[in-house]
């Protein structure tokens, strides 16, 4: 794709950006939602800590686990993909033929306008959730150890992040054109990837095997690599690691979800005349 045909997507991109910072009941709702859920998690990990025997659980202190909770709560709503939702409108308030006709890639005008909403929500949301946690941590808590090019490597971690979220929508998405029961493949979608992303709970405390196993999934990119990044908690070897499979699974779930669309469209049906 040229440079030029690249630069009329960003209009996507702004509009998404634009979508963000004129909805600001619902900017308030996120902070709302997600200090909500820190704050409810943050007293959960207290009272484990209280009956815990040691000082660490799963190998976070509990300022360590405060914070880790505190930036799962923020990441999870600044890479959260809207791409599924979009696709779902389109079929179901027949846009999409709309969409389809137009000299333009459907798959890029999503890409880029989830790249505007997390651009959006970083600076909006992201950022001053992330500051105030860090700083209740740190002089609340007593939490040590953070480094500056670990804050650094966070933003592109999550920027990482948000393109695996958005990949794994798109494909998923798909089924849209294939069922109605879309809330529901939705649900389950959220559900196992927070799960599995160490959105709920950190990996390390799942087993050994399981941790293994998620190593090479697309889901611990998605929460845990951007949070463990931050805490300082990886090693060079493993970020560098994480971000290769990320990358990796960013290439195989579009070339997948590319697949899947091609037969996809195929099924739309427009009524009209």
């Known amino acids: 794709m040229k440079r030029g045909r690249i630069t009329k997507y960003f209009i996507f991109s702004k509009a998404g950006a634009q979508t963000v910072m004129a909805y600001r009941g619902q900017?308030?709702?996120?902070?709302?939602?997600?200090?909500?859920?820190?704050?409810?998690?943050g007293l959960l990990w207290w009272a484990i800590f209280e009956f815990s025997d040691g000082d660490t659980v799963g190998g976070y202190s509990y300022p360590q686990m405060l914070l880790y909770v505190i930036l799962s709560a923020a990441v999870a709503e600044v890479t959260f993909s809207d791409t599924m939702g979009m696709i779902v409108d389109d079929v179901r308030y027949g846009q999409i033929a709309m969409r389809l006709m137009k000299p333009i890639s459907y798959r890029a005008q999503l890409a880029f306008t989830g790249l505007g909403l997390?651009?959006?929500?970083?600076?909006?949301?992201?950022?001053?959730?992330?500051?105030?946690?860090?700083?209740?941590?740190?002089?609340?808590?007593?939490?040590?150890?953070?480094?500056?090019?670990n804050i650094v490597l966070f933003v592109p971690a999550t920027f990482v992040s948000m393109l695996v979220a958005e990949s794994f929508d798109f494909l998923f998405g798909q089924l849209a054109f294939r069922t109605q029961a879309m809330f529901g493949v939705n649900s389950m979608v959220s559900t196992v990837s927070a799960f599995l992303s160490g959105r709920l709970i950190p990996i390390a405390l799942f087993p050994l095997w399981a941790q293994t196993a998620l190593a090479f999934t697309p889901f611990p990119s998605m929460t845990s690599m951007p949070v463990r990044i931050f805490l300082g908690v990886m090693p060079w070897r493993d970020v560098l690691m994480s971000f290769g499979i990320a990358v990796a699974w960013i290439v195989v779930l579009n070339v997948l979800g590319w697949l899947f669309y091609k037969t996809s469209v195929r099924k739309v049906v427009v009524f009209g005349g």
């Open 27 to 41: 900017i308030f709702l996120w902070v709302l939602g997600a200090v909500i859920t820190a704050v409810l998690m």
């Open 118 to 149: 997390y651009a959006a929500r970083l600076v909006i949301f992201g950022v001053p959730m992330i500051a105030a946690g860090t700083l209740v941590a740190v002089f609340g808590f007593g939490l040590s150890g953070l480094e500056w090019y």
